[in-house]
């Protein structure tokens, strides 16, 4: 499957897929913004991919696109899985 994600983009398999939406999900809690000053405007972190030698620099802004698209490329991933095998006629 290739994801894209502003100027990046990644062919990845779907266990390399599942791997990336753990690492996410680990990487930084949704609540990290909520005692701080900046509300989500502070400078970019290191988010690790599945690719070892390539980690992406992003604000907690695209973290939470990058998450978004990830569950959302994994739920589609999912629902075709299961109408190809479960609901067949």
């Known amino acids: 499957m290739q994801v894209?994600?502003?100027e990046t983009g990644f062919c990845l398999t779907k266990?390399?897929?599942r791997e990336f939406a753990e690492t996410i999900n680990s990487s930084c809690p949704e609540d990290a913004c909520e005692?701080?000053?900046m509300k989500m405007q502070c400078h970019k972190f290191l988010l690790k991919t599945p690719i070892a030698e390539i980690d992406l620099a992003v604000t907690f802004n695209d973290y939470?696109?990058?998450k978004d698209l990830v569950s959302g490329a994994l739920f589609n991933i999912d629902l075709m899985g299961y109408l190809n095998d479960v609901c067949k006629n």
Do not use: D, E
């Open 4 to 6: 894209v994600f502003k």
């Open 15 to 17: 266990h390399q897929l």
């Open 35 to 37: 005692g701080c000053g």
């Open 64 to 66: 939470l696109q990058i």
